[in-house]
């Protein structure tokens, strides 16, 4: 059984940074794609960051340059490391887990980050 725990989340002022972790059981951590989507509040889940089994990183536009997706193997672990914090980044955050296209993805059950004065 595929288990997805997220942590890191939190209450951070504009431009602070906070580190979301993810760590997986259940699967060959290092076959599969790993990302992180977000929800706000009223708005479609989409795309913060993802990271391929080979390394190879991708981005949703309105984070490129601040978050970096990063993933250690031997820990089963995903984190993203977001910087310059804004408002608009408030969100639940999900961890997400796949083999490939041709299979169905896992699904954490999110972490809340909240960008406030």
């Known amino acids: 059984q595929v288990q997805l725990v997220e942590s890191g989340g939190g209450l951070v002022q504009p431009g602070g940074s906070l580190r979301l972790s993810c760590t997986a059981s259940g699967i060959t951590f290092s076959l599969y794609i790993m990302a992180w989507y977000r929800q706000a509040p009223g708005k479609q889940r989409v795309l913060a960051a993802s990271?391929?089994?080979?390394?190879?990183?991708n981005y949703g536009e309105s984070v490129k340059g601040r978050f970096t997706i990063s993933r250690d193997n031997a820990k089963n672990t995903v984190y993203l490391q977001m910087n310059s914090l804004r408002p608009e980044d408030t969100a639940v955050y999900y961890c997400y887990v796949r083999r490939s296209l041709a299979y169905s993805p896992y699904w954490g059950r999110g972490t809340q980050v909240t960008v406030s004065s």
């Open positions: 990271i391929l089994s080979d390394g190879s990183t």
